[in-house]
């Protein structure tokens, strides 16, 4: 009897050993790749675009111009530091292309369109397991353009400040790299818009061609991951 107890104590410390030794292993492997949210950040985002109406519409129907600025493609970049998990300051540059559809009554139409919009870029962050909630919040400078098809030089334009607000969701899939999804809404304050024909400039706060400044939204697929 002494010796079936002993053989039963002994077994059910190896069978204990068996269970925690892999457990310990498992949370020491899990503690290892714990996202490392501090330092430096890089990320990018590719996907589309879409037109707002802002002081100009997306949208003419009238005798003089019929059309839409209609979606395209959409890119991005931020360069940023964390100084803590739930905060990061640095720099964003969105690049969103349109496709500009018009039937114009003098004949000359446009070719393509874009706005460049560069930013310092402020996002709070709720952290949340391997998810990172965030908000871009970024005064930018944004310059929108509309290229004629008669030359590359003749275009129509805008530019000055705007406003970049942007809800996205991060996971991280190892210790520095994620992956995710976001939306940027750009909203261009800018009044003047100007014209080039053949080398002349001219600007109007009421344009002839009202087709800028839009408001833009950019979204898609995020990538990227932190260092340092």
């Not at 010796?3 to 892999?22: E, H, I, K, Q, Y």
């Not at 949210?37 to 990320?43: A, I």
């Not at 261009?188 to 002349?200: E, H, P």
Request: charged share 20%; hydrophobic share 40%; proline share 6%.
């Amino acid at each position: 009897m002494q010796r079936s107890s002993l053989r039963r104590r002994r077994l059910s410390r190896w069978t204990l050993a068996a269970v925690l030794l892999p457990a310990a292993a498992w949370s020491a492997e899990a503690r290892a790749e714990k996202p490392n949210r501090r330092g430096g950040q890089v990320e990018g985002m590719i996907g589309a675009t879409a037109c707002i109406p802002g002081r100009a519409p997306c949208r003419h129907d009238d005798s003089f111009i019929d059309g839409s600025t209609l979606p395209s493609f959409g890119a991005g970049a931020a360069l940023a530091a964390r100084p803590v998990r739930w905060f990061m300051l640095g720099v964003i540059y969105r690049y969103g292309m349109f496709n500009p559809s018009y039937e114009v009554s003098s004949g000359t139409n446009y070719r393509w369109a874009a706005q460049h919009t560069v930013g310092f870029l402020m996002r709070p962050i709720l952290p949340v397991w391997r998810f990172d909630f965030g908000l871009n919040l970024a005064p930018s400078f944004a310059r929108q353009v509309f290229r004629l098809d008669t030359s590359d030089r003749d275009r129509d334009f805008s530019q000055g400040f705007a406003m970049l607000v942007g809800p996205n969701i991060d996971v991280f899939v190892t210790e520095r790299f994620f992956i995710g999804a976001g939306a940027d809404f750009i909203f261009n304050t800018q009044k003047k818009v100007c014209s080039v024909r053949g080398g002349d400039r001219s600007c109007s706060t009421s344009p002839e061609r009202r087709v800028a400044p839009t408001h833009q939204v950019l979204f898609g697929l995020r990538l990227g991951g932190t260092f340092g």
